[in-house]
Nanobody, 115 residues
């Protein structure tokens, strides 16, 4: 059974930092492109960042320069470090594992940026 479990979300002040993690099981993690997406209620899910098997990264313009995605294959875990957080970063954050046409989603974790 494939599981992607996000952790590390919560409430953070504007300008603060947060790292969310996604631990996977049931897949050969090193073969999967991993991504972070976010969704605000009523909006479509949007890409935040992805990291390829080889470690190359892509970021949405909205988070570029403020965020860093990384992966630790030995722990089957992908991370998203977010800095200089803004209220508009408030969303449910999801991780996704992709291999060709095969993909899996985590259940999501709430990140709230508010004073």
């Amino acid at each position: 059974q494939v599981r992607l479990v996000e952790s590390g979300g919560g409430l953070v002040l504007p300008g603060g930092s947060l790292r969310v993690s996604c631990a996977s099981s049931g897949i050969t993690f090193s073969r999967y492109t991993m991504g972070w997406y976010r969704q605000i209620p009523g909006n479509q899910r949007e890409l935040v960042a992805i990291i390829s098997v080889a470690g190359s990264t892509t970021y949405a313009d909205s988070v570029k320069g403020r965020s860093a995605i990384s992966r630790e294959n030995a722990k089957s875990t992908v991370y998203l470090q977010m800095n200089s957080l803004k209220p508009e970063d408030t969303a449910v954050y999801f991780c996704k594992a992709s291999l060709g046409s095969l993909y899996y989603w985590g259940q999501g974790i709430q990140v709230t940026v508010s004073s």
